[in-house]
């Protein structure tokens, strides 16, 4: 369940991310495009004032939401930690944001519809073992490649290492429930 949790969680605050700077991206390309065509500032130079104005209310809602996941759920994973991981995560759904914002055409509807696809599989080769795939079968090369692009891949690692330190799982080789579940479809 905790897994679940924090995958859940994890999902969550980087599509609120994504979701925030593709509509401010949106909003703010006319604008943009008018003063980048007078030359009062480079690309790299818009892009780093911006991320650096937007770090500070992105950690302070990273913030809030862990503080009040931390509190309502019981977690083992240090505040810290979890802070600092869902704050990279926010940073990087904003990152993914500006960039499909900034490929696709000057409207809002479009950057949206076209993010919505990427965010989605990266969620699903980012999660633990998504389909539940034997693992003495080799993967496919094309998961492989996705799931390193994958930033909630990193996340769901981070916060499952910092949720279960030196935890040693049961492999389900005893009888009862588990002997009867182990053909059952997989999840994760």
Not at 4 to 18: D, G, P, Q, T, V
Not at 28 to 50: F, G, H, L, N
Not at 171 to 183: C, F, I, K, P, Y
């Amino acid at each position: 369940d905790r897994v679940a949790l924090l995958s859940f969680a994890a999902i969550n605050l980087c599509m609120l991310a994504y979701m925030k700077s593709v509509t401010l991206f949106a909003q703010e390309r006319p604008v943009i495009q008018r003063e980048r065509t007078r030359e009062q500032y480079s690309v790299a130079e818009y892009i780093v004032a911006k991320v650096l104005a937007e770090i500070p209310l992105d950690a302070a809602f990273a913030v809030a939401f862990t503080t009040t996941l931390k509190l309502c759920t019981g977690l083992q994973i240090t505040w810290s930690r979890l802070t600092s991981v869902f704050s990279l995560l926010t940073m990087a759904g904003a990152s993914m944001g500006y960039s499909i914002g900034g490929l696709v055409p000057a409207d809002q509807n479009y950057a949206t519809t076209a993010g919505i696809p990427v965010l989605v599989i990266f969620m699903v080769v980012g999660v633990i073992n998504p389909s539940g795939v034997d693992p003495s079968h080799p993967k496919p090369k094309l998961l492989e490649y996705l799931k390193v692009l994958s930033p909630f891949a990193y996340a769901i690692e981070a916060l499952c290492l910092g949720e279960y330190p030196g935890v040693q799982f049961a492999t389900g080789a005893g009888g009862g429930v588990w002997s009867r579940l182990r053909n059952a479809p997989r999840m994760g």
